[in-house]
């Protein structure tokens, strides 16, 4: 079933209050769903079942490697040790969810830097989806550039997925405008073109499509890393991946001789800082469709390898505070895990 989502009123006045004095000139970033000019059968689709009502347990899906970046099997709950602001929690159940469904968000950067990049992106992504979703497994795909744009919302359907991700083109347009909700469905201008909305499209990939999902969930990013425009901070894209329970990983492409004048990714170290805080890593591949294709094989390793530990805070106040978790190996093992959790209720379904 299609699970469209928009940014809601509600919400948009809370962003309006919370950013004073700055909102009056600028709007708010909105996910523009392209997915209405699809087939009707869409509507067949069927969902993935999933358990709605939401405790105050907090879920993490970690890896664990060798010093070599190895995974390590065959890990039990008292190999680890587990701190939330300092003070030690108890493990209350621990499994390898190697067959889990997935919830996977798929975000490709379509501005003019990825113009000799996007058709192996094309080619090599949709070879991962096939290898990757499983029948329970979800995915959706959103392409980014002046705007923002839902290409396919979730689907289980590799053949949807990879139709819309053969569908996306390069977008150097002038921009500088987003809908504002209410606001009669026209774009506002709201300055210079814009060239490359990421933090925005992280933000509303967290926000509008997987902060509605249980179970695992990940977004995979194949960008420069290079942000121009957003109206959003790259420190609120982490929050909302943070608060969606979603691991980001990013697959820094480009052709640097082309973009850059062989300098480098400019937006390395923001890159690291989103796939760190969310339990994910940044993978360099460059122009490389062999480094595409590894990167690809090694993301769909990691999470199916996936070990998932459950605990009762022992702060038990959801006063919407960030709490720092810090999972530990005993056995002196790297373990790749998200660095915390926001204390946030959670309604019931």
Same mark, same amino acid.
Do not use: W
């Given at each position: 079933?299609?699970?469209?989502?928009?940014?809601?009123?509600?919400?948009?006045?809370?962003?309006?209050?919370?950013?004073a004095?700055?909102a009056?000139?600028?709007?708010?970033?909105?996910?523009?769903?392209?997915?209405?000019?699809?087939d009707q059968d869409q509507?067949?689709?069927q969902?993935?079942?999933?358990?709605?009502?939401?405790v105050n347990?907090?879920q993490?899906?970690?890896?664990?490697?060798d010093?070599?970046?190895?995974l390590?099997?065959d890990?039990?709950?008292?190999?680890?040790? @587990? %701190?939330? #602001? &300092?003070?030690? !929690?108890t493990i209350?159940?621990?499994t390898? /969810?190697?067959?889990l469904?997935l919830?996977?968000g798929i975000?490709i950067?379509?501005s003019?830097?990825q113009?000799?990049?996007?058709?192996?992106?094309?080619?090599v992504?949709?070879?991962?989806?096939t290898?990757i979703?499983?029948?329970?497994d979800e995915?959706f795909?959103?392409g980014?550039?002046?705007?923002v744009?839902?290409?396919?919302?979730?689907t289980?359907?590799?053949?949807r997925l990879?139709a819309?991700?053969?569908?996306?083109?390069?977008?150097?347009?002038?921009?500088?405008g987003?809908?504002?909700?209410?606001?009669?469905?026209n774009p506002v201008?709201?300055g210079?073109p814009?060239?490359?909305?990421l933090?925005d499209?992280?933000?509303?990939a967290?926000?509008?499509?997987?902060?509605?999902e249980?179970g695992?969930?990940?977004m995979? @990013? %194949?960008? #420069? &890393?290079?942000? !121009?425009g957003?109206?959003l901070?790259?420190? /609120?894209?982490i929050?909302?991946a943070?608060?969606s329970?979603?691991?980001?990983?990013?697959?820094?492409?480009?052709?640097r001789g082309f973009?850059?004048?062989?300098l480098?990714y400019?937006?390395?170290?923001?890159?690291?800082k989103?796939?760190?805080?969310?339990g994910?890593?940044?993978?360099?591949?460059?122009?490389k469709m062999?480094?595409l294709?590894?990167?690809?094989?090694?993301?769909?390793?990691?999470l199916?390898s996936?070990?998932n530990?459950g605990y009762?805070p022992?702060?038990?106040?959801?006063?919407?505070?960030?709490r720092?978790?810090?999972?530990?190996?005993?056995?002196?093992y790297?373990?790749?895990?998200?660095?915390g959790?926001?204390?946030?209720?959670?309604n019931k379904?």
């Amino acid at each position: 079933m299609l699970k469209a989502h928009s940014l809601s009123l509600a919400f948009a006045l809370a962003c309006f209050l919370a950013s004073a004095p700055f909102a009056v000139a600028q709007a708010l970033p909105t996910l523009q769903d392209h997915t209405h000019d699809q087939d009707q059968d869409q509507n067949q689709d069927q969902s993935v079942e999933t358990l709605k009502i939401r405790v105050n347990v907090v879920q993490l899906f970690f890896n664990v490697k060798d010093k070599k970046g190895g995974l390590i099997p065959d890990q039990s709950k008292d190999d680890f040790e @587990l %701190l939330e #602001d &300092g003070k030690p !929690q108890t493990i209350k159940y621990f499994t390898a /969810e190697s067959n889990l469904p997935l919830t996977l968000g798929i975000l490709i950067d379509t501005s003019g830097s990825q113009m000799r990049v996007l058709e192996m992106e094309k080619e090599v992504g949709g070879e991962f989806l096939t290898d990757i979703l499983r029948e329970k497994d979800e995915a959706f795909l959103i392409g980014f550039d002046v705007n923002v744009d839902l290409l396919q919302d979730f689907t289980n359907d590799v053949h949807r997925l990879k139709a819309a991700m053969n569908k996306t083109k390069i977008n150097t347009g002038g921009g500088g405008g987003v809908i504002i909700p209410g606001g009669g469905g026209n774009p506002v201008p709201t300055g210079p073109p814009r060239g490359t909305l990421l933090y925005d499209a992280v933000y509303l990939a967290a926000h509008d499509e997987l902060a509605h999902e249980v179970g695992r969930k990940a977004m995979i @990013l %194949l960008t #420069d &890393g290079e942000d !121009q425009g957003s109206q959003l901070r790259i420190q /609120e894209a982490i929050e909302a991946a943070q608060k969606s329970d979603s691991i980001c990983y990013v697959l820094m492409i480009a052709d640097r001789g082309f973009a850059y004048g062989g300098l480098g990714y400019t937006g390395n170290s923001d890159m690291k800082k989103l796939a760190n805080e969310t339990g994910g890593r940044v993978i360099d591949v460059g122009n490389k469709m062999d480094k595409l294709k590894e990167a690809f094989d090694q993301i769909a390793k990691e999470l199916r390898s996936q070990y998932n530990i459950g605990y009762t805070p022992t702060n038990n106040v959801q006063d919407g505070s960030f709490r720092k978790v810090e999972l530990h190996s005993k056995k002196g093992y790297k373990v790749q895990s998200r660095n915390g959790y926001y204390a946030v209720a959670h309604n019931k379904d």
